[in-house]
């Protein structure tokens, strides 16, 4: 549900991964209270910051987060996810070695 990373200006950090309520339990406060464990989990282990992604049609989510204070990357500092699948990961680790100076 969440592991910790580093960031380079921040420090410690946690990372929420698949938090998810079922439709039909959705709106009884089991999110809220999840990720407020979450969070109280990262206070006390002096995470700095939490972060997690949200799919754009995911409306519902996205007003949740933003209800709570949460800062939206994409809009309010232009940043952008990108990501390696396993193959592109693999092609370009080798990368060096193709491209690689020889003296």
Known sequence: MYFYSY????????YLEDLYVKPQYR???????????VAQ???????NRMQWVVLNWNQEAIDFY?????IDLTTD??????????????????LHDQTAVKA
Do not use: P, Y
């Open 7 to 14: 960031g380079t200006w921040v420090g410690r950090m946690m």
């Open 27 to 37: 709106g009884k406060g089991i999110g809220t209270s999840m990720m407020t464990k």
């Open 77 to 94: 500092e232009k940043w952008h996810l990108f990501r390696m699948e396993r193959g592109e990961l693999q092609k370009f680790a080798t």
């Open 66 to 70: 933003k209800k709570h204070d949460s």
């Open 41 to 47: 989990i990262g206070v006390e282990n002096e995470c």
